[in-house]
């Protein structure tokens, strides 16, 4: 009997691995590895994602990480970051359009799904709403489609302060609804992203939530605050992206990195919403979401500390270490604290994870 299909489309920001012995070396299997335990769990793969440290690995390794998710032949699929870190030294709207077409081009090539990542130069330099609009929409022109456009904030990354001013973000989704078919909004801010997606359904494109603070409530829909609904929104159509059958309604989709660590539990939830029922879905999500709140705590850009502490407690890899050293961001209260919230939420159990704990903690002593 075939199953249900799925309600949300969710993809999974997938963490990377480091080379024993490295900084700055990927260990391909085990990061390869990562990504087919989030597809054995249901989910989609995001590659080359901020999660993925993108803006410290640069694009060669980020071309190497893109083609090789590709070569997997993920049965959930995957979508990507384009940027424009091939050329780092372009110094124009232009310049900064032709590299994210081009990367937009390669992940098609591979098989994933182009995520227009943010271009930091058009903040820095202080451009207009209407420079947005025009750099956008001559994207558009020139990838076929389906793209997804993310808006990342600045406690992600500091330099996108100021990121789509005035009504720019709202112009450049309604540019082309046959090739932007939905965005990424990571935003933190659960009241907008709800407006946002209203804002969208009638064109039908959608929302994929990348709110680690307030996934529980955005995914399952309807208002962002006040009692949650008996039941999720209904299914109001379906639309197709990139060859998959995605339901539209008051609600939003995922593309969150906290997937990373609780994909078993958020399968469970996301199964219950295709049967109706809200209650174990914010049953089972809400103490994720507590967990996702600490994960990604200021300063929130060093989250990916915690998604790598998790995947080692739970046996996905053989440390917990980060391009540049970034798990040194976060001290051991963190950490511990993470250990509590991970067990509230069933994702860190078992005699061999136990044994890492009582071995972690001993060389704390």
Known sequence: MNSPTPVRLAYAAAHVALAPGSDTALDWEVTLGLRHWLDEQGFGVAEAM????????GWLTARELIARCGALKLKNGFCAGAGTDQRPQADSAAALVDAVV???????????????LPMPWFAQNGASADAYVDAYGAIFKQVKGPVFVHWLGEMFLPSL???FPGDSFSRVMALAPEVARGCKISLLDAEREVDIRRELLPRDQIVLTGDDFHFARTILGGDSEGPAPAGPPRVERWTEIGGRKV????????????????AVPARRALD??????????LRIMEPCEVLGRHVFEEPTRD???GLAFLSWL????????????LEGNRDRLHYHKCVGL????????????????????????
């Open 50 to 57: 901020d999660t993925a440290q993108r803006f410290e690995i």
């Open 102 to 116: 081009d990367q937009c081009a390669y992940i098609s090539q591979c098989g994933g799904i182009p995520v227009i």
């Open 161 to 163: 302060r100021g990121y």
């Open 247 to 262: 339901a539209l309604g008051d609600f939003s989709h995922a593309l969150l990195g906290i997937l990373d660590v609780i």
């Open 272 to 281: 219950a919403l295709v049967l109706g029922d809200a209650a174990t879905f």
């Open 303 to 305: 989250y990916k500390a």
């Open 314 to 325: 739970s046996g996905r890899q053989p440390d917990y270490r980060l391009f540049s050293g």
């Open 342 to 365: 991970a067990y509230a939420c069933g994702i860190a159990s078992g005699d061999e994870t136990l044994a890492r704990l009582a071995h972690w903690m001993d060389e704390a002593r």
